[in-house]
């Protein structure tokens, strides 16, 4: 496979998740649409460094990445249950009640 294959593959799964991030109400749907943002520039990362440096640098930026993305996720999911909790909904439109 090309570079080009991969940069294909790493555009249509940004595409994807911005899609999902502008389009979703429900947080857990919005979190999925990070989710995919990230790992696209994570194959841009190693598709890079294979192809283009040659060296591991890559490699080691996109495993930084997530294990930085797990941190979010378990972050996020829990401030989703509290929000749940406090306003009875995941609704990100509904979240607006705690801006104090």
């Known amino acids: 496979m090309t570079v080009q294959g991969f940069l294909t593959v790493s555009a249509l799964i940004f595409t994807l998740g911005l899609y999902c991030l ?23 990362l190693v598709t890079f460094s294979r192809y283009v440096a040659h060296t591991i640098d890559g490699q080691i930026f996109a495993i930084f990445s997530m294990v930085m993305a797990a941190a979010e996720v378990a972050v996020a999911l ?9 306003i009875g909904s995941i609704n990100v439109d509904d979240a607006d009640v705690l801006k104090g």
């Open 22 to 44: 502008m389009t979703r109400r429900n947080a857990i749907g919005v979190l999925l649409g990070v989710e995919l943002v990230l790992n696209s520039a994570n194959i841009n």
């Open 78 to 86: 829990a401030l989703v249950l509290n929000i749940y909790r406090s």
